[in-house]
């Protein structure tokens, strides 16, 4: 069993930047693939970003490609999503995933919400 706690949302402007981060318990975070997830109102939860339990292999939606981060720090047992260039379509509430063939797992989610 893995437990998330997502952490890091906010209000910010349009340009700004924001790292969430996600906090797993339990001593298999390691051997967790990881990922974010969102989701806007009136919308479907869509893909962000994953990354494979060894860190090597990252994925991102096309939307947030080259201005979104993923990564992982398997000590800290914390998965975080740097978020620069933010625009009014990015607000939603971010979810954080786990699991090892699929999602598996999901924190509560944490709201970001850009202003034009």
């Known amino acids: 069993q893995v437990q998330l706690v997502e952490s890091g949302g906010g209000l910010v402007q349009a340009g700004d930047s924001l790292r969430l981060s996600c906090a797993a318990s339990g001593r298999t975070f390691r051997t967790y693939n990881m990922a974010w997830f969102r989701q806007a109102p009136g919308k479907e939860r869509e893909f962000v970003a994953s990354i494979t339990w060894s860190g090597f292999s990252l994925s991102y939606a096309d939307s947030v490609k080259g201005r979104f981060t993923i990564s992982r720090d398997n000590a800290k047992n914390t998965v975080y999503l740097q978020m620069n260039s933010l625009k009014p379509e990015d607000t939603a509430v971010y979810y954080c995933?786990?699991?090892?063939?699929?999602?598996?797992?999901w924190g509560q989610g944490t709201q970001v919400t850009v202003s034009s």
């Open positions: 995933a786990a699991g090892a063939t699929g999602w598996n797992y």
